[in-house]
């Protein structure tokens, strides 16, 4: 095809005896159609057969027409054509080199993609079967603790309640790395339905009381709502962001402090506010602060610095839910967390 479009360019120069500027539109034509040629086989020797072939039969009939013109335009398109070659070389190098290049990209994310399930589901089954005998073993501490006799040392105590903590804080961790890839391949299951908001607000101080106990904290419902209001949420993931909340507050208060819970009647949706007094979240640490295994500087968290993964867990949730969360820090002031859920309808 390449020398059938050479051998016509020649035969309207032949007849109509055309010039240069005829020879300049067959340039352009042939530049056009050179362009293409990258597409091709990815074999060294098809780009130039085929400017030879599109070019070869002009060359010769414009040089030896004897007039200056034409032997100028010969000269035009010869140049052309080693230019042509040139051009295409390197064309032809860049084009297959990054089809090479992003075909091993591709293999490269295909075998990372895998890596990374092959991993998730390796920590899941690994986790899975660490909580079973680890409930086992908390429950058998807690029996302990409750019937020590009375002549048990302290020492004795200290290291039985020691154990308890200790494995209910492991207990904790293997339950995050679980809904954390339970999240990561979409195998959270949320069943939301209309909930009445005060009471699971209510259920999860109550849970909490402990741990704010623990650190010395008070928790305060600064302000509640109606107990008819409902709220479209899953009551147990509900009452596990409250959790995350209110312990990261209890473990950046201060000794002493109250964490104060406020709900908020929005415009067709609620929203619930944990406001602590603490040392606030750091400028440069505020966008990373719901990503996952992220921790600013643990030295203000009582030696608890946790796994990193509760509020980019709670934040997972709360969107699951259909709603939205977020917070506001002043450094040094405190930080307040709030999470807003849409309004059950009334009907």
Known sequence: ???????????ALYFNQLGPTSVMVMLATAGIAAGGIVALAPAAWVGGVFLFALLLPIVPFAYFSGQSSERAAALL????????????????IEYWRAL?????????????????LAKGQFIANVSHELRT?????????????????ENTTPQTM???????????????????????????VGGMLFNCRPIALMSSIRNALELNFPYAERYRVALVLENALPEEIRVIADGQRLLQVMANLLSNAAKHSRAGENIY????????????????????IPDAFREHVFQKFAQADSSSTKNDSGTGLGLAISKAIIEGMGGTIGFDSIEGQGATFYFELPLAQPS
């Open 1 to 11: 095809s390449a020398l059938a479009w050479g051998g016509v360019c020649a035969m």
């Open 77 to 92: 398109v010869t140049a052309f054509l080693l230019f042509m070659l040139f051009m295409w070389r390197r064309l032809h």
């Open 100 to 116: 090479a290049v992003r075909a091993e990209l591709v293999l490269a994310k295909e075998a990372a993609e895998a890596a990374n």
């Open 133 to 149: 005998p680890l409930t086992a073993i908390i429950g058998a501490l807690g029996l302990v603790e409750t019937a020590l006799p």
């Open 158 to 184: 200290k290291l039985v309640e020691m154990a308890s903590q200790n494995g209910k804080q492991l207990s904790t961790l293997i339950n995050d790395i679980l809904d954390f890839e339970r999240l990561n």
């Open 261 to 280: 819970i406020s709900l908020q009647n929005m415009n067709g949706s609620v929203r619930v506010e944990i406001r602590d007094r603490g040392a606030g």
